[in-house]
């Protein structure tokens, strides 16, 4: 049988444990490379959202007193799934989200080592006993949280919904995803089969496909209380003061502005090549995408040279059908953003030095040399397939420019003295930082998040981030006989 079986699955979403019609109508499925449709998934309704959020809270607590050896059983299950069915969920992140094969293949790497590393997550202590001036015994214990809401981007969206689903799970929480509307599959339909096979019980995961009033309510509902939400620092804002209002915690992984410092020890080729792969990897259509190169005067010329030869021989193109560099970006909305802030650059006096144009959904890679610091390429995030590189004289000033930008996602730093580069990472504060390499790197044994307006922290990623983000703290005390108490 056909893992996603498109009768199982089409025009439905997937709610209180089986695929049920959504009330919010039908969305196509289209494969951005060709404008052709795969298929159609169903759209929620802030009304399924509500209905799954209480069915949700009902299936949570059977499946938190599930001892931790099954729930344990069922990520392993879930881990073997993503290899098993491998081929199959590659063709849809190629189809759907215009990854190349290399993209997707990383993809299924990161959801299967998720879920293993969730699946460690029940048989750790879950507390600490704690001195007490009482005669008592005094406990520290974590409890699942309850119900999860994970709201996912396009981008990535089997990693980027996997790496909160699997350890909210695995810690005996309920969850509720979802999905971008534009990859529901790759990222939604894909994740609820995977889970359905591995015999996790029905409405502990539910898959809903919406817009913004399905966000709302998955928020705002009195069941649920986290949110893991991943996409644009303005949504996450808005989803932060939605759940800030309604006490709950949010836990925000948002935009990136990354730089790459390239200091005058470091060998121009060995940055040129790291440089080309942040900026480009996946179309740069990832949150930790290089958006900034930052490079000592003494190599810039230099630099700017290879990094541009090395973007003009990227092939770019259908993924599914030509072997290509890159693949194409996600819609037509985007490509024009990405466009609109090359065209900004430029006339404030930045150089093209390679790209700067496309074909339908197709944007070559781009380089641009002599970009003013405030020129929109370096000042924004650009989401897209596109290098700026801004040159510096000394130390003092990469650090005022790497620090110029109000995101603080991740930070690259290609120099021969690695002690160097520690102690200038020391004064750009991110949240994640690679000497000697690119911005972009994801494990899912390692703590990933931002600062400032990336996001709220280190919130996904290794044993304690995941315990942190996806349970509460219960103090317990345990005595006999009941004390005597004056009244």
């Known amino acids: ?35 052709a449709v795969l298929g159609s998934v169903g759209i929620a309704s802030a009304e399924d959202a509500a209905k799954a959020a209480e069915t949700a809270a009902e299936a949570q607590r059977a499946w938190a007193a599930t001892s931790h050896v099954q729930r344990a059983a069922v990520l392993r299950e879930a881990a073997r799934l993503w290899s098993e069915h491998a081929d199959e969920i590659s063709w849809w992140n190629v189809r759907e989200v215009g990854a ?23 048989g750790r202590p879950y507390g600490e006993l704690l ?18 809401t994970v709201i996912s981007p396009f981008n990535m969206p089997i990693i980027l919904g996997i790496r909160s689903v699997a350890p909210a799970l695995a810690l005996g929480n309920a969850v509720i995803l979802k999905p971008d509307p534009r990859t529901a599959v790759t990222g939604g339909v894909v994740l609820a089969r995977i889970f359905e096979e591995a015999g ?57 502005n990354s730089a790459l410092i390239v200091l005058d020890d470091a060998d121009v080729d060995e940055a040129a090549g790291v440089a080309a792969f942040g900026s480009f ?123 110029a930008s109000e995101y603080g996602l991740s930070l690259g730093i290609v120099t021969r003295d690695v002690l160097k580069g520690l102690e200038l990472a020391d004064r750009v504060p991110t949240g994640i930082v690679h000497i000697n390499d690119q911005t972009v790197s994801d494990e899912a044994n390692s703590p990933f998040g931002g600062v400032a307006a990336s996001g709220t922290g280190s919130r996904f990623g290794g044993a304690a981030a995941n315990i942190e983000a996806f349970t509460e703290t219960r103090w317990v005390t345990v005595r006999n006989p009941p004390p005597t108490y004056p009244f």
Do not use: N
């Open 131 to 148: 001195p007490s001036e009482e005669p008592r015994l005094s406990m520290a214990r974590r409890v699942p949280a309850g119900v999860v």
């Open 100 to 122: 190349v094969p290399g993209v997707a293949g990383f993809s299924l790497h990161v959801a299967e080592q998720e879920c293993y590393e969730a699946a460690a997550l029940p």
């Open 281 to 403: 990897f996946h179309q740069g259509q990832i949150c930790m995408t290089t958006g900034r190169h930052l490079v000592h005067e003494r190599l810039y010329d230099d630099f700017v040279e290879r990094l541009a030869a090395k973007a003009a021989a990227l092939r770019v193109g259908d993924p599914a059908r030509e072997e290509v560099a890159l693949g194409p970006i996600i819609d037509a909305g985007q490509r024009d953003k990405i466009h609109e802030l090359v065209k900004a650059s430029v006339s404030a006096g930045a150089r093209v030095a390679a790209g700067a144009e496309y074909d339908r959904l197709f944007y070559a890679a781009t380089v641009l040399a002599d970009v003013p610091p405030t020129a929109p390429a370096v000042a924004q995030e650009i989401f897209g397939p596109v290098a700026p590189v801004v040159r510096f004289s000394d130390a003092e000033e990469a650090v005022r420019l790497a620090t």
């Open 1 to 35: 049988m056909v893992f996603l079986d498109s009768a199982t699955w089409t025009d439905r979403i997937f709610a209180g444990g089986s695929w049920v019609p959504g009330t919010g109508g039908i969305r196509d499925v289209t494969e951005p490379a060709t404008g």
């Open 200 to 256: 996790l019980p029905p409405g502990v995961l539910q898959m809903l496909p919406g817009g913004a009033d399905v966000g709302e309510t998955l928020v705002t509902h009195p069941a649920v209380r986290v949110i893991s939400f991943t996409g644009s620092t303005g949504a996450g804002r808005k989803v932060g003061e939605l759940a800030g209002k309604h006490l709950k915690r949010a836990h925000l992984e948002l935009g990136g």
